[in-house]
């Protein structure tokens, strides 16, 4: 009887669950903190301000926008006349800013390294190459200008599906 009872499991003291839950809440943390991009870089759904204008349907014979935004019909998305940069990333922080423009318009301001050359509104590598965000970089977008900004009209906002 004396050896089954020295055998039994005993319950972990105060101080290992102590010491358990601490381990437990700093590997939480640096998980969390190494999360990166959340809903602030997700690029926005077609509709939504930084999104492009949804096409015209039957009850809605313009290209339009559906929570509240404002679509510009000519540059193909919806923007936010009250905060036109809500939902407008430039491809990401570490890529450039978005800033607003003399017509209350978004406009990307990138670092050095990125343009606007290929894409108005996404801060695109100036060196040749495949890019997770822009897709295909050659060498004729790439101008080398550091620290540009949008101007005028383009093709698009978004990548080409990659597909």
């Known amino acids: 009887m004396l050896a089954l009872r020295s055998m039994r499991r005993r319950p972990p003291t105060a101080a290992?669950?102590?010491?358990?839950?601490?381990?437990?809440?700093?590997?939480?943390?640096?998980?969390?903190?190494c999360f990166r991009g959340g809903e602030r870089e997700k690029e926005p759904p077609p509709g939504y301000a930084g999104g492009l204008c949804l096409a015209p349907t039957a009850a809605?014979?313009?290209?339009?926008?559906?929570?509240?935004?404002?679509?510009?019909?000519?540059?193909?998305?919806?923007?936010?006349?009250?905060?036109?940069c809500r939902g407008f990333f430039c491809g990401g922080s570490d890529r450039?800013?978005?800033?607003?423009?003399?017509?209350?318009?978004?406009?990307c301001t990138c670092f050095a390294g990125y343009s606007t050359e290929q894409y108005e509104l996404l801060c695109c590598p100036t060196t040749p190459g495949v890019d997770d965000v822009c897709g295909v970089i050659d060498s004729s977008g790439a101008d080398g200008g550091a620290g540009s900004t949008s101007a005028g009209t383009s093709a698009g906002i978004a990548p080409p599906d990659a597909g």
Request: aromatic letters at 12%; a negative charge.
């Open 60 to 84: 809605m014979p313009q290209p339009h926008c559906v929570d509240g935004s404002v679509c510009n019909a000519e540059r193909g998305f919806c923007y936010d006349p009250f905060d036109p």
């Open 96 to 107: 450039g800013a978005c800033v607003v423009d003399a017509e209350n318009l978004p406009s």
């Open 16 to 33: 290992f669950r102590r010491f358990a839950s601490v381990i437990g809440v700093f590997a939480f943390l640096a998980l969390a903190g």
